[in-house]
């Protein structure tokens, strides 16, 4: 049995409805050597009330209110670094207050930090969905677990996730620059580039039990706010993988638009466009293939044709807007 201490973080907002679900899955794990820091930001519905009937019961469990600290900007980056600085743990794994999780969780993040003495690990979130429009994005999920993972494995990572993010609090420098303030969105992908930039081991925790859950958005109009947000974080990186990655991706999903665009005018490059798309799509569906498979979610491959028809248009329209429009997320603009 691993003996390292963790700290859980968890940067919340308006979390009235998941809170008491998120707390009750940390709670119940198996591993119990960790403490819950829930950091507060703003709330202005019953989160915090919520969390704080959890104290009676929960002895690990710290609470922290932004609103009650001066000089403090609120912002979930604002959150995270609160939670930072107030963790006891060797070892801090953040997620999100959405999320649940198996009662393993932690003994497999312990176990695996232990064995293999990374820096950082990334783990895997997934959907749990139950409409057409939630199954798109459960089956885009298992897509980034898959090149989440592919690419971690290679020695060069370029996404990861803070609803399952852990990382050494010894390895951390300067929090606050690390973190990018300048930018409302991507904390986790710039501590990511933070750690490799600094040629830190950075590994992928690939077990069904570290997976964490969260729901998928019901609503074209959020899911619309939250890629945007995700977007605009873009603007921001400093890693060439990371650049040369997304401008790949960026520029091949063009082609394909721009195919698409003209279809209505002439059918003369039909053929050309299938074949752009069915050169995509081999590879894709490889990949995709495996990791539905080991992560059992080979029920979604049937959403890979229309996923990949819409995909395109998708990647792109989020890439534009993300940089040039604002945004709201939770009551506040982006």
Request: aromatic fraction near 12%; charge should be positive; proline fraction near 2%.
């Amino acid at each position: 049995m691993p003996i390292v201490c963790l700290s859980v973080i968890v940067a919340a907002r308006n979390e009235a409805k998941n809170i008491a679900t998120l707390l009750n899955s940390i709670v119940s794990q198996t591993y119990q050597n960790f403490e819950i820091i829930l950091v507060d930001d703003h709330s202005d519905d019953e989160t915090v009330k919520i969390a704080t009937s959890f104290l009676t019961s929960v002895n690990n469990l710290k609470i922290i209110e932004l609103s009650q600290i001066s000089n403090i900007e609120g912002g979930k980056k604002s959150a995270i670094e609160q939670g930072i600085r107030a963790a006891k743990g060797e070892l801090i794994i953040t997620t999100d207050a959405d999320c649940a999780m198996h009662k393993n969780w932690l003994l497999h993040f312990a176990s695996f930090y232990e064995n293999e003495k990374p820096d950082l690990i990334v783990g895997a979130v997934f959907f749990d969905s139950l409409s057409f429009f939630e199954k798109l994005q459960s089956l885009e999920f298992v897509s980034l677990a898959a090149s989440t993972a592919g690419a971690v494995g290679f020695g060069s990572p370029i996404m990861c996730n803070a609803a399952n993010l852990a990382f050494r609090k010894s390895a951390l420098q300067d929090i606050a620059k690390s973190l990018k303030y300048k930018y409302k969105s991507g904390d986790d992908m710039f501590l990511l580039e933070d750690f490799k930039r600094r040629k830190l081991k950075i590994s992928y925790l690939k077990n069904l039990n570290s997976v964490v859950k969260t729901n998928a958005l019901s609503s074209f109009s959020a899911f619309w706010a939250q890629r945007k947000r995700w977007a605009s974080k873009s603007a921001g990186y400093s890693d060439g993988v990371t650049i040369l990655f997304g401008l790949v991706v960026f520029f091949v999903n063009l082609i394909i638009v721009i195919g698409y665009s003209i279809l209505p005018l002439t059918l003369e490059y039909l053929w050309l466009t299938g074949l752009i798309l069915l050169i995509k799509s081999i590879p894709d569906f490889l990949l995709i293939f495996l990791a539905a498979k080991f992560f059992r979610k080979l029920q979604l491959l049937w959403l890979f044709i229309p996923l990949q028809l819409i995909y395109p248009v998708y990647v792109i329209l989020v890439g534009i807007f993300g940089q040039f429009s604002t945004t709201k997320w939770k009551g506040r603009k982006l």
